[in-house]
């Protein structure tokens, strides 16, 4: 079983920025993909940025120039650097970890680190 451990969430204003860390109990070179969501009250979890290789990331638009994700190997923990936060940017944030088989896909849930923006 894969541990993962979210912290850094909190109230910050408009403008801000906010650094997301998650700890993973094994090491993250097991992984296929490797990054975080986030879901906002009412509304479906959403890929904000992941790693799909050793180096290859992928974002989503709306944090893309704003939001940097990367890795300490050594320390098997993933970063999400959030600048210019928004009030749209509220959210609980979640790290995700994953391993695919062929068509198959187990994925890894931290318990999630609540992120608030707000004046």
């Known amino acids: 079983q894969v541990q993962l451990?979210?912290?850094?969430?909190?109230l910050v204003q408009p403008g801000g920025s906010l650094r997301l860390s998650c700890a993973a109990s094994r090491t993250i070179f097991t992984f296929n993909a490797l990054g975080w969501y986030r879901q906002a009250p009412g509304k479906q979890r959403e890929l904000v940025a992941v790693f799909t290789g050793a180096r290859t990331t992928n974002y989503a638009d709306f944090v893309k120039g704003r939001f940097t994700i990367s890795r300490d190997n050594a320390k098997n923990t993933v970063y999400l650097q959030m600048n210019s936060l928004k009030p749209e940017d509220t959210a609980v944030y979640y790290c995700n970890a994953a391993r695919t088989y062929g068509l198959g896909r187990t994925d890894y849930w931290g318990q999630g680190t609540q992120v608030a923006v707000s004046s």
Not at 5 to 10: A, D
């Open 5 to 10: 451990v979210e912290s850094g969430g909190g």
